[in-house]
């Protein structure tokens, strides 16, 4: 009974977050067992060190030695990964996760390089910021409960104050703090550069591949068809009407997102996944 429990929970995380988790547990793992300091051929070294490599954008990513830093980072790639994969798919979550993760490996260079700073840099932060990012901007009304505050906070919040914190503290500079707030921000912002571009390619595809299609089609229709329409005048919707018809919508994205986390994507019908397309470009 234990065991298919066990099993049922380990096959219910998507593929690729379940392998991210699995390759930084070994890696951090690896950098505390092993007889020599594996972060320093792992970790991305500062251009101006002559020991930076091309690989350390990728191997940096995965590489942490102090627990907690593997423990908050795999936290929320676990709560906000694996969402965010059923939604987009195996493959597109991937590529964004290792965009953001490089991304945020290149402004940390940037800033490294014009301040003439000498750092090795660690940890997935960068790329779960761009996870953050991006939970909060397809499913911007979901309220999340976030260690202190006892009430629960709209994703879009939380990514914006996260947003400014980690611009004042990269700014702040303040002495004795060796966490790379620029590289956060990197990934923020890589993550953003990528889902418009996606919501643009994406919405030039259906455009071009079913609503040209569609016009003409229409218009032969109508050619042959070309009846007066008769007009009709709609009632205005009132303050009342509309807050009533967006708690009522927003009450069930917060049931289908639900359902995701208990029983995954691929549990949607058709009208939910709908739905559920439809509010992310809100």
Known sequence: ??????????????????????INLIVWAACNLLPFPLYDYLGLYDLNSGHFHLYQLITYQFTHVAFFHLFFNMFALFIFGRVLENYWGPSRFLTYYMVTGIGAGLIQLAVCYFQNIHSVTIGASGAIFGILLAFGMIFPNTPLMIIPFPFPIKAKYLVIGYGLIELWMGFANQSGDDVAHFAHLGGMLFGIVLILYWKKKDGNY????????????????DFFNNKPKRMVQKRPETDWDYNARKAKESKEIDRILEKIKYSGYNSLSEEEKKKLFDASKK
């Open 206 to 221: 259906r455009r071009g591949n079913s609503g040209n299609n569609q016009s003409w089609s229409k218009k032969i229709k």
């Open 1 to 22: 009974m234990s065991y298919n429990s066990n099993n049922n929970f380990y096959n219910s995380i998507p593929v690729v977050t379940r392998n991210l988790l699995i």
